[in-house]
């Protein structure tokens, strides 16, 4: 049997179809187990579901720059554009999706891949006087982001060099999200930068041979899914997830618009070291992972904020998961939802116990595209915001914080830590690790929250990472999110003070003596009905 599913390579579409027919009567599924095929050429080059998903939404709003995904690097030295051109045909030569677009085939949508072809490089002066460096970087930056691609027609990379000297340079790479992901956005920098040494020092760069292409990939993941995944995964998210579908209703300044507009901001939000040590210690000593902490953090400063049991988080994962697509320039992310009943009187242990669980079964249901979930379990679709969900948490790990860099013999490249303005959700919060940091942002939706209000959440949630390592048995509905100065100024300083109120006495006995003085005042007004002092004490 196993000789059998080592050569599935050498099967036409149509053997490697009756094959998985024949091995799903006996309750295995051969594309789960066979190494991933090239596609055969009776087979269409299908969009992967998350393709699907973002060739709807393009559809939709065409113009919109939501979806794409940038990246800028500093490159200081001697700059070869003869060498960095070749670097780019090279790698548009070695990966389809850099010469994909989409088009519609019977009214299915199929990827169109292209032969190689040179990329247009924009060169661009930094101009004297005016703006800053930093300034004219971030709006070259912003501006080479915002113009729309046309996703039917390409190219769906753009590459722009801003030029501040004979030495110095900004490279700003540009993508749709439908041919990439941050993933991908790494490899493709990374086997430029390779490419790019090779042919300055004129050597043939080796880059490990691409087993499959992505199209090759979304055949698969379709073939997967059929011969019996779906069910299979489908089965633990429609338990966990089923039923009514809440909209996490967090205080908002303005009114939600009818559509979502995608503008945001970003804020970032320091964590000390001693708070980095301390979180860290706790998340060892419970047999979880920083992630699964910081989650359970999150889920807590909601519940608090909204008022609600039910929380909903959006969790990005790699979905990279075969050793066939590590290398691949293609959008593979997917999306989980992590589902926590947060009870206010439960102490945070026992919750972040709760969300460990939760994440490690996760982790073995994590390959079912959003898409599918979202079709089987049928919220009640609205374009004012996004399904299932409406914040998400995205925890990274990082060399460190700011610039990464890598020296050449005679260029240093850095990779700037530039992040874009776009919000998909109401709400994002990026956490990033590294063996000496840790250090946290908030993408919000400028149509829904103020900035003032956006710093306030993020001091309550600062203040409540530091509660949780004092006191991490507390009961999350005691955890503090005020700092000890706030909490006296909300509570001696914004409020009026009282007259004198008599210590002694019960309530009974204070109506009684207030109808012997006012009998016939009012006492109680509900529903338009009231009573006298002189009812309320008969």
């Known amino acids: 049997m196993q000789a059998l599913i080592d050569s599935v390579g050498t099967l036409s579409a149509k053997e490697r179809k009756a094959l998985a027919i024949l091995l799903k009567e006996k309750g295995i599924n051969l594309f789960g187990i066979a190494p991933i095929c090239s596609r055969g050429a009776d087979e269409a080059p299908v969009l992967s579901y998350t393709q699907e998903s973002q060739w709807f939404l393009w559809q939709l709003e065409p113009d919109s720059s939501a979806y794409h995904i940038t990246t800028a690097l500093r490159l200081t030295g001697e700059l070869d554009l003869d060498a960095l051109r070749h670097g780019f045909d090279s790698l548009i030569a070695r990966h389809e999706t850099l010469r994909t677009t989409f088009c519609e085939e019977d009214g299915i949508a199929v990827q169109v891949v292209h032969p190689p072809a040179p990329l247009d490089i924009e060169v661009i002066d930094l101009q004297a006087g005016g703006l800053s460096y930093e300034e004219q970087v971030n709006a070259l930056t912003d501006s080479k982001r915002q113009p729309p691609f046309d996703l039917r027609n390409g190219p769906l990379l753009r590459a722009s060099l801003l030029r501040v000297t004979a030495d110095e340079h900004v490279l700003v790479l540009t993508q749709h999200h439908i041919v990439s992901d941050g993933w991908s956005m ?213 060399v460190k914080k700011g610039a990464q860099s890598q020296r050449l013999d005679d260029l240093s490249i850095e990779t700037l830590s530039w992040q874009g303005r776009a919000a998909q959700f109401d709400l994002t919060l990026d956490t990033f690790e590294s063996e000496d940091g840790l250090w946290a942002s908030l993408t919000y939706a400028t149509d829904l929250f103020e900035p003032s209000t956006i710093e306030r959440l993020a001091q309550s949630w600062v203040q409540l990472l530091q509660g949780i390592v004092q006191q991490p048995r507390q009961r999350l509905g005691d955890l503090p999110l005020l700092a000890a100065s706030e909490q006296n100024q909300l509570l001696h300083e914004w409020t009026p003070a009282s007259g004198e109120f008599p210590s002694d006495g019960c309530v009974q006995q204070l109506v009684e003596a207030q109808a012997l003085k006012t009998p016939e005042a009012e006492a109680l007004l509900f529903a338009g009905q009231s009573l006298s002092y002189r009812e309320l004490n008969a």
């Open 186 to 398: 790494g490899v493709m920098v990374d086997e430029l930068i390779q490419l790019y040494a090779g042919y300055r020092q004129g050597r043939t760069v080796n880059l490990p041979a691409l087993p499959i292409q992505y199209a090759d990939y979304a055949n698969w993941q379709r073939q997967w899914m059929d011969a019996g995944e779906r069910e299979r995964q489908l089965g633990y998210w429609l338990q966990q997830l089923g039923g009514e579908q809440p909209l996490l209703m967090l205080p908002l300044d303005h009114a939600r618009p009818a559509i979502q507009s995608y503008r945001g901001a970003l804020f970032d939000i320091p964590l000390g070291d001693e708070l980095r040590v301390g979180l860290k210690q706790l998340a060892q000593r419970e047999g979880a992972t920083l992630f699964m902490l910081l989650l359970a953090s999150f889920q807590v400063l909601l519940h608090r904020y909204s008022g609600q049991t039910d929380i909903r988080v959006g969790v990005p994962t790699a979905n990279r998961n075969r050793v066939e697509t590590e290398r691949l320039i293609g959008f593979f992310v997917n999306t989980q939802v992590f589902k926590a009943e947060v009870d206010g009187q439960l102490g945070f242990i026992d919750f972040l116990q709760q969300v460990k669980q939760t994440a490690l079964m996760a982790q073995s249901h994590q390959d079912l595209p959003f898409e599918q979930l979202v079709e089987a379990l049928r919220p009640e679709r609205s374009l004012s915001h996004s399904p299932l969900f409406q914040v998400m948490f995205n925890h990274q790990t990082a």
